[in-house]
């Protein structure tokens, strides 16, 4: 999940929602695009989220992910968070001019509801994973520390013993 990847679907579904708004929609016949959007847009916050921690996280910030640290990815997921802030206000702005106060309201408790839905399913999903590759790297990690001291200490007892021999 990278954020130029989500910016583009967000901006898909966008310019759908868009399109639709225009042309006189029902907010509820917008639920799939919406859907898209708001998910995309968790998905951006999300990874806007786990970028943070990998500051913090010597496993993550020493192995750079798809070759990029984790300040070039904060810059992108920066970049993308501006370009869908741009986008929800143009679409609150169109929903509030088309739909008034009513559809205003009913489309932001139907996108705090989509990222609920993905904060619960999808989001903890990321979260176990990224658990789990932790775990996995703190024990390559020791491995490899504990076979280190333990060809150090080999090496030491066999030159010992060669000097003494």
């Known amino acids: 999940m990278d954020p130029v990847t989500i910016?583009?679907?967000a901006t898909s579904a966008y310019k759908g929602?868009?399109?639709a708004i225009e042309t006189g929609r029902e907010i509820q016949d917008m639920a799939s695009q919406l859907g898209q959007w708001a998910g995309a847009i968790a998905d951006l916050d999300k990874l806007d989220e786990i970028n943070k921690r990998k500051k913090n996280s010597l496993f993550t910030s020493l192995i750079p992910k798809n070759g990029k640290s984790v300040e070039q990815e904060a810059v992108e997921i920066f970049a993308a968070k501006k370009q869908a802030q741009a986008q929800k206000s143009?679409?609150?702005q169109f929903i509030g001019y088309?739909?008034?106060?009513?559809g205003l309201r009913e489309f932001v408790d139907l996108e705090k509801q989509i990222r609920k839905?993905?904060?619960e399913t999808a989001h903890a999903e990321l979260e176990?994973?990224?658990?789990?590759?932790?775990?996995?790297?703190?024990?390559?990690?020791?491995v490899v520390a504990v076979g280190t001291l333990g060809l150090a200490?080999?090496?030491i007892l066999?030159?010992?013993?060669?000097?003494?021999g």
């Open 98 to 102: 088309q739909h008034g106060e009513k």
């Open 90 to 92: 143009e679409l609150l």
């Open 128 to 142: 176990r994973i990224q658990k789990l590759k932790d775990i996995g790297a703190a024990i390559l990690l020791t």
């Open 158 to 164: 066999m030159i010992q013993g060669a000097n003494n």
């Open 7 to 9: 910016i583009g679907i």
């Open 17 to 19: 929602l868009r399109a």
């Open 153 to 155: 200490l080999v090496l």
């Open 117 to 119: 839905e993905r904060r």
